[in-house]
């Protein structure tokens, strides 16, 4: 390509990799950087040494989506083998499905219902005086009643969030389903699966391209800009400004890790939906791939708490006050030339796999378009606010 652009490239997770494949697709040079000792960001997965079971190191990442586009991308890069996402909870001294299903319901009341009686039981049970809920606990009140709500996420919430349900919105519950058949997929999109060697070695594959160098354990340096045309920013936006009107709050996660020499809990993901109880949930890491065999079990149990300078963000808040702190810094980034922000950390947007890779192909083609109509590259190419 006669008209090759040099393209620097900031974090080697999913984001970075797939625009940085995509531009060197098309004959550009581009160097990535990342600050960690490794690639795939959060979706980082490894073998433990003690078992040879693969572990997700940042908490289990279970791709699903509706999108035929990415589903097709990632397949290029890795062969992902069947996967459903069962997901159980202890609430009580009793184990239940999740989400609600027909199931979760006749447990819960000792019934018998059929699809049409649990629908007109869960209306008996919800509050009909909630005509437009604004808050996470309002919506559960008005689509389950208090009971359900008392047990599967009241608690559940508290311990994800820091906060009470009355101070979150609706939206993030809207989220949830409730299903009046004993469907216990947690998920309902089309395509869903893992990948048979993990995550890591997808990215791997991604960056395997002779027009792309990967730098780990790199932080970003002012220098490091020089000569470039074009840098993709996929860190925090806020520490892009040296956090200059203060950090965007974020959550992150605390493990615990321990081994049993017998199947521990005999599913991937039990949640602990009670607020005495200090962590969310336990993930038994040998069932996040079924087509292996393994004796033992490796488990994590997770503790989510508000995130420090040192901690490695994993939800961004998006409250009132973390969106009024994020205009400022938008406001700041919308003056920018020649570069753009991408991805979860870059648009303070918490983002599953299958969005943050549409999101980098689409991010790549605008790119490639603005060169070749000579136009500018937007700093965003999503509504971020």
């Known amino acids: 390509m006669n008209n090759s652009k040099n393209i620097l490239i900031v974090g080697a997770g999913f984001t970075g990799a797939v625009i940085g494949r995509e531009l060197a697709e098309q004959g550009h040079q581009v160097r990535i950087i990342d600050s960690r000792s490794h690639v795939a960001g959060n979706c980082y997965s490894e073998r433990d040494e003690k078992t040879g079971i693969m572990v997700h ?42 989400p609600i299903n027909l199931h979760t319901i006749n447990q819960f009341f000792e019934t018998t219902c059929s699809p049409s009686e649990a ?64 469907d216990d997929n947690y998920f309902s999109h089309k395509y869903q699966g893992m990948p048979k060697e993990g995550y890591t070695p997808i990215v791997e594959n991604i960056l395997n391209h002779p027009n792309i160098s990967v730098e780990l354990e790199r932080a970003y340096q002012e220098e490091d800009s020089e000569g470039i045309d074009h840098l993709f920013f996929t860190g925090p936006i806020d520490s892009w400004y040296s956090y200059r009107f203060g950090r965007l709050g974020y959550r992150t996660l605390d493990f615990d890790k321990f081994y049993t020499e017998e199947d521990f809990q005999g599913t991937a993901v039990m949640n602990y939906g009670e607020e005495n109880i200090p962590f969310t949930r336990i993930t038994d890491h040998k069932y996040f791939a079924p087509w292996e ?68 192909l689409n991010m790549a083609r605008i790119y490639l378009d603005s060169i070749e109509n000579g136009e500018k590259m937007p700093v965003f190419t999503v509504n971020v606010r």
């Open 57 to 98: 190191t940042y908490g289990p990442h279970i791709f699903h989506t509706d999108n035929q586009v990415v589903w097709e991308y990632l397949n290029r890069f890795t062969e992902m083998m069947p996967y459903v996402n069962r997901v159980k909870t202890t609430v009580n001294g009793k184990v239940f499905s999740l």
């Open 119 to 182: 629908r007109a039981l869960i209306e008996s049970k919800s509050d009909q005086n909630i005509v437009d809920p604004q808050t996470f606990e309002e919506q559960a009140l008005r689509f389950v009643g208090k009971e359900l709500y008392e047990a599967f996420f009241k608690g559940y919430t508290v311990k994800q969030w820091g906060m009470s349900p009355a101070q979150l919105p609706a939206s993030i519950l809207k989220r949830l389903p409730v299903r009046f058949n004993y």
């Open 293 to 360: 065999k393994h004796e033992g079990s490796v488990c994590y149990r997770e503790f989510s708490r508000t995130c420090m300078p040192d901690d490695t963000p994993y939800y961004p808040i998006r409250q009132m006050g973390e969106m009024e702190l994020l205009n400022k810094y938008l406001s700041l980034a919308e003056q920018e030339n020649s570069m753009s922000f991408a991805g979860r950390l870059g648009t303070y947007r918490y983002l599953d796999m299958d969005v943050t890779i549409a999101e980098a």
